[in-house]
């Protein structure tokens, strides 16, 4: 970044001009290229590049953090979206592009730290320069008078230096000091320690994985990969990553906000208390609350989202059960009304879908429809609408779960049909019309969805982070310089002392800490007065 | 006992606002009257030999006193600080958490911060000319905050029940207040340096103020302050994102801006390294890099979709 025998903060002259460049050979020309990569201002324009081009990632939609947006915002812009696609500006922060700049930056950083750092081992074993001929050319040139001898003077002055943490080397009639080196020392531990966390990052990302399963209460989830709805693994993932253990929710406890009018229903707690086992072990009791993961086996189990998962039965026109499990649905605003959908290909005389609507709390306006004011279960009811028809799960086109196409299905109960929707609450059996059969609501737990995210280098990424800012307050605080004291004998015999620094570096107090330093100096020097 | 809390809160925040109001008016005053008294103050110039060479120098223009407007919008300011910062603590008691979990608190306690930074930097260097952008500034904010941000005290969601809601979003401000003092410094040495470029034209009251390259020291010396909180919340927020979505960096659009501005200022400060960079070029990194700032504050929070929708507004950010 920079030339590697100035301190970090040295400030460049302007470009000479008007000079006869030398024919360059291969070898030549790829020095060239290399001292333009590890130049500061290359690292400067790296850098602006790279936060500009963060920004459209802020824009658009991310597949990482937002898969679900990207596919909404690919069917608003049917035209702008391929493009963007192929610019991969839906993964922006892993597109060729964006990793160029950084990948360059992160070069141009490993040229810069190393020459710097070798440079800074042998200044930090090399003794402090020879004091120049004229201290009153420096800055924060002071003088002071004393009436014993120059010799003494100058040691005595040694001895303040070195108290004062500086680095010392004697000379003639002089002392020349340095301190600060730390200075230099934390500059680079910083760039070091953005590089590490790079690595680590990447690391992580490698060989972890991330994971998501939804659990109804009284279910198990155990960690293995068909048992994950979603799952995202780093690049060298193998199966032997995934510790085997296992998770049952025994119960989910939310607290709602009661009493502040302003927020009633407001969700103020989630409690998920869980039975754990790990390998074949002691089984364990364990909670899981938001900020504060289930660490087991390596891996951290986060409670990231809640909802209702009502069982519905539903049995066949001899009364013979062929569905009965929960359902988890999608809450549909904060006071979880939720919607749900079960689809029945087999079983019955027909293929079956169910398309419920959850109240949570359901109360009836004057117009006779239903809505919910509060997300626990005070007056449950489940609103069902079914269809019949092809429900396009036997051609071996996958299909969302969570959505129906009603184009090829036929609406026996709800809006459209003779028969109006169905409202159950727990416990109530209504007949399917058509007599299918009967459809009963037996309950409604709760279900979580459990984020298991296991990331090997994530201790390490935060040690590299803490390193990051030691090394910034260090290398920006820390003010390196260098002091000398001169001691001159007049004719008269009077010796006089020149005090100066040189800043190497930020530095705004030097002309305070050389007049300081000369305070203490002569403090030493004179005898001491008794009172 | 809440709702008492927070009128008295509200009752502060508009007592602020007014006492910052008449204060921008003088610390404007105060720069028009350095306008007049430019043409009467010419700068003076001692020349002290010391034995080697004879040395020039121009003295900064001695403050013959402190002037009256001055004194006046600054005693003003005080005042309405701790009127401002009463209010904060008024909203976090009644709230009976800190007064900084939804944009309008945000917004309030951020504003006393950069307040509280503008008054504290004074024990180190008389910036009291910058009073008129800080006042300024956070009138326009707190009025912004009173009018389309506020929201009624409600409890803190799940995600927000966590120890680093007090440090992130502390730091946060902290670095806020720094770049904001710091980028308003950027800002008079941009004006300065154009008018020692093309002599004696633009502004007057600027020959009053100090000279380009001591401004550019002194914006450097707060931002890179303000540096080093800002990493901090960088830092500080992944930890906690760990802990609460289940991973410590995802590209949230809120990272993503905290992000670019954390590049801007290390841009800024490589750039004062930099031949060419130094100067005019380095002043508009840390403007842009404020502008950001604030930019990931209002058009973030209210206009992108992303995980930090906490601004507690119905219907935004979700």
Not at chain 1, 505 to 518: F, I, M, N, R
Not at chain 2, 235 to 245: F, K, P, Q, R
Request: proline share 5%; aromatic share 12%.
């Amino acid at each position: 970044m920079t030339d590697s025998s100035r301190p970090s903060d040295h400030i460049d002259a302007p470009a000479p001009s008007g000079i006869a460049q030398p024919k360059l050979g291969p070898v030549g020309y790829l020095r060239f290229f290399w001292r333009q990569l590890t130049s500061m201002r290359t690292a400067l324009f790296l850098l602006l590049l790279l936060a500009i081009a963060a920004i459209p990632g802020s824009l658009v939609p991310q597949v990482s953090s937002d898969p679900n947006g990207v596919i909404q915002y690919k069917a608003a812009n049917p035209g702008i979206a391929p493009v963007l696609e192929f610019f991969q500006v839906f993964t922006t922060y892993s597109s060729v592009w964006f990793s160029a700049i950084y990948l360059l930056l992160f070069v141009s950083l490993i040229g810069c730290v190393i020459p710097r750092t070798k440079h800074h081992f042998d200044a930090m074993r090399a003794r402090p320069p020879k004091t120049p001929a004229r201290l009153s050319r420096l800055e924060g040139f002071t003088t002071r008078t004393t009436s014993g001898d120059a010799a003494d003077a100058i040691s005595a002055g040694q001895q303040v230096l070195r108290r004062a943490g500086y680095r010392t080397e004697l000379f003639e009639d002089s002392v020349s000091a340095e301190r600060g080196y730390l200075r230099e020392t934390g500059n680079l531990v910083f760039h070091t320690a953005l590089i590490g966390v790079l690595v680590t990052v990447g690391i992580g990302g490698g060989f972890g994985y991330t994971g998501q399963k939804v659990v109804v209460e009284g279910y198990s989830m155990t960690n293995s990969l068909a048992v994950y709805d979603s799952f995202n693994p780093g690049r060298f993932f193998t199966d032997a990553s995934l510790v085997p253990f296992a998770i049952t929710l025994d119960s989910f406890t939310p607290v709602y906000e009661e009493d502040n009018v302003k927020a009633l229903g407001q969700a103020i707690d989630f409690t998920a208390d869980v039975t754990t086992t790990l390998g074949g072990g002691e089984s364990e009791k364990r909670t899981i609350k938001v900020n504060h993961p289930l660490e087991i086996g390596g891996a951290q189990v986060f409670l990231l989202g809640n909802g209702y998962a009502p069982v519905i039965t539903i049995r066949d026109p001899e009364g013979d059960v062929v569905f009965s499990q929960p359902t988890a649905c999608l809450p549909q605003d904060a006071l979880l009304f939720s919607n749900c959908i079960v689809k029945l290909p087999n079983g019955l005389d027909e293929q079956l879908a169910v398309v419920g609507f959850l109240y949570p709390s359901a109360v009836e306006d004057n117009f006779g429809r239903l809505a919910s004011n509060y997300p626990d279960l005070i007056n449950p009811i489940l609103s069902v609408n079914l269809y019949t028809g092809d429900l396009g799960l036997d051609n071996g086109v996958g299909s969302n779960a969570y959505s129906i196409n009603p184009a090829s299905l036929t609406q026996i109960a709800g809006v459209d049909s003779d028969t109006p929707a169905i409202r159950l609450s727990p416990g109530d059996v209504a007949d399917i019309p058509g007599g299918l059969g009967t459809i009963e609501l037996s309950s409604i737990p709760r279900f979580v969805s459990l984020d298991v995210h296991h990331d090997p280098a994530q201790v390490w990424v935060l040690v590299f982070a803490v390193l990051v800012v030691g090394g910034l307050v260090t290398s920006l605080f820390i003010p390196r310089r260098r002091v000398w004291i001169k001691a001159l004998t007049g004719s008269d015999g009077v010796v006089t002392l020149e005090y100066a620094g040189l800043a190497r570096g930020d530095d705004p107090g030097l002309d305070a800490a050389v007049a300081e330093l000369a305070d203490k100096h002569i403090d030493q020097l004179s005898p001491k007065v008794e009172t | 006992m809440t709702d008492q809390l927070v009128t008295l809160s509200l009752v502060a925040v508009y007592s602020a606002m007014a006492i910052y109001t008449v204060a921008f008016i003088l610390f404007t005053m105060d720069l028009a009257r350095r306008t007049a008294a430019v043409s009467t103050v010419s700068p003076v110039v001692t020349a002290h030999a010391d034995g080697y060479t004879t040395v020039l120098e121009r003295v900064d223009a001695p403050p013959a006193k402190s002037p009256r407007y001055l004194r006046a919008a600054f005693a003003l300011t005080i005042i309405a600080w701790v009127l401002h910062v009463s209010a904060a603590v008024f909203r976090g008691v009644a709230a009976g958490r800190v007064p900084w979990a939804n944009m309008f608190e945000f917004t309030l306690t951020a504003t006393a911060i950069v307040v509280g930074v503008f008054l504290v930097v004074q024990f180190w260097q008389d910036l009291r000319f910058i009073g008129a952008f800080v006042t300024g500034f956070s009138l326009i904010a707190l009025g912004i905050a009173t009018t389309n941000f506020y929201v009624d005290v409600v409890p803190l969601p799940p995600p927000l029940q966590s120890g680093w809601l007090v440090i992130h979003v502390f730091v946060a401000s902290l670095g806020t207040g720094f770049f904001a003092i710091g980028s308003a410094l950027s800002i008079v040495q941009l004006l300065q340096s154009r008018r020692a470029a093309n002599k004696a034209s633009g502004l007057r009251f600027l020959d009053t103020l100090p000279a380009a390259e001591k401004l550019e020291n002194t914006a450097y010396r707060l931002i890179v302050v303000g540096f080093v909180f800002w990493t901090f919340t960088l830092i500080a927020g992944a930890i906690w994102a760990s802990y609460a979505w289940g991973r410590y960096w995802g590209w949230d659009t809120k990272e993503v801006w905290t992000f670019i501005i954390w590049t801007i200022f290390a841009g800024y400060i490589h750039a004062r390294a930099t031949r060419g960079w130094r100067g005019a070029r380095s002043a508009w990194l840390a403007i842009i890099g404020f502008a950001a700032v604030v930019f990931n504050f209002t058009i973030v929070n209210l206009f992108f979709k992303g995980m930090h929708s906490y601004s507690g507004i119905p219907g935004v950010g979700e």
